[in-house]
């Protein structure tokens, strides 16, 4: 590795550190005025408050990690610029391509990390809304009269599900066939509850009515049936939203599955889901797009630097915005409207590289 090499990327390191350690910090101070009134007004007390914001600061410092890479490419790539480095690596025959080349490198590695780093922040926001009870309906756990479309045609009509003991009150179940061999039927218990152990929804006194031809029913009761083809548990048939924020890739994956059989649309949360992949990726697009921009403004120091990085934050959080609303009203695939900030700024980004005087 070459002197110049490290030097850029301790510079860029420096910068990043001071900005992801500092930038969350912000962002609470910030939160909690926001939300004193309403801690207040709750009776959340100082120790609850404490935990709230200790077990929210992955979360912050996941949000911070674009701002800090923009932050430190504008300000490295600035500051070698007034100081005529850029200039005198130039003329030793070292392009701007490769000056920067090891900053695009950090941030492909910091995409990386916070794409490992944003399936562990699920785990610490549920335990943060656990330390204030901010959801009071979470400790409930309810859901009542509701529809669920399972697997081969059948449909879960169920009138209550407790989540959190695990039961449900009155559950029908029909499934519409074809004829003798593969009949219509109808399931109806009055309990059920979910088999931990076994993972399996177990119906309790109830009757099944098979109509395999016309006018030939049998009906015939049972003390306990085995619902196999259910393999969604209480959590998964609840089907209330907790935030995206604090569920992993996973986690979102079965609850948008869960939405889907109920009825619900979902576009929603598939772009949240998409974004938990698309958003780590900004590191790198984002390192990209600041350090030719940093270069072509050569007047001005920090106030400038800073501005740049403020108006680029805005436009990129608006983006997002924009691509969540395309996305959940169907004008674009949630794919492609996680990924849609990416592009722009990459394409930029890409623009800004070529018109590099190297």
């Known amino acids: 590795m070459r002197i110049l090499d490290r030097y850029v990327m301790r510079q860029f390191l420096r910068i990043f550190l001071i900005c992801v350690l500092g930038v969350p910090f912000l962002f609470q101070v910030i939160d909690l005025t926001d939300r004193l009134d309403n801690f207040l007004a709750d009776g959340v007390g100082q120790a609850q408050v404490a935990a709230f914001y200790f077990y929210q600061l992955p979360y912050q410092m996941l949000l911070a990690f674009p701002i800090a890479c923009l932050l430190a490419a504008v300000f490295t790539v600035s ?13 030793g025959g070292v392009s701007f391509y490769r000056l920067v080349a090891p900053m695009l ?21 549920r335990k943060a809304a656990e330390a204030i009870d901010q959801d009071e309906e979470r400790a409930l756990e309810l859901r009542l009269n509701f529809v669920y479309r399972g697997d081969g045609g059948r449909y879960y009509f169920v009138r209550r599900l407790d989540a959190g003991a695990g039961t449900i009150r009155s559950m ?3 499934r519409e066939g074809t004829g003798f061999e593969y ?16 993972a399996i929804w177990v119906l309790e006194n109830g009757h099944v009515r098979y109509m395999g031809q016309e006018q030939h029913l049998v009906d015939v009761a049972f003390d306990e049936m085995w619902q196999a083809a259910l393999k969604e548990t209480p959590a998964d048939l609840l089907a209330k939203a907790k935030a995206p924020e604090e569920m992993d890739y996973a986690e979102l994956g079965r609850f948008i599955e869960a939405l889907e059989r109920s009825g619900e649309n979902p576009r929603k949360e598939m772009v949240q889901r998409a974004l938990k992949v698309a958003f780590p990726f900004t590191c790198f697009i984002i390192v990209l797009f600041g350090a030719p921009l940093a270069n072509s403004t050569r007047r001005g120091g920090a106030a400038l ?30 794919v492609a409207a996680a990924w849609f900030p990416n592009f722009i ?8 590289m070529v018109r590099v005087k190297t």
């Open 79 to 91: 500051r070698m610029t007034r100081h005529f480095e850029v200039t005198a690596a130039k003329a």
């Open 105 to 125: 490198i950090l941030g492909m590695l910091i995409s990386m990390v916070t794409l490992v780093f944003s399936e562990i922040v699920p785990d610490s926001n």
């Open 172 to 174: 029908k179940i029909d």
């Open 183 to 198: 009949p219509t039927y109808s399931i109806f218990a009055p309990e059920a509850r979910w088999d931990s152990a076994a």
């Open 305 to 334: 630097s800073i501005g740049l990085a403020l108006a680029t934050t805005i436009v990129f959080l608006t983006l997002i915005r924009i691509g969540e609303a395309l996305g959940a009203g169907g004008v674009l695939p949630p």
């Open 345 to 352: 700024f990459f394409t930029a980004g890409l623009g800004l």
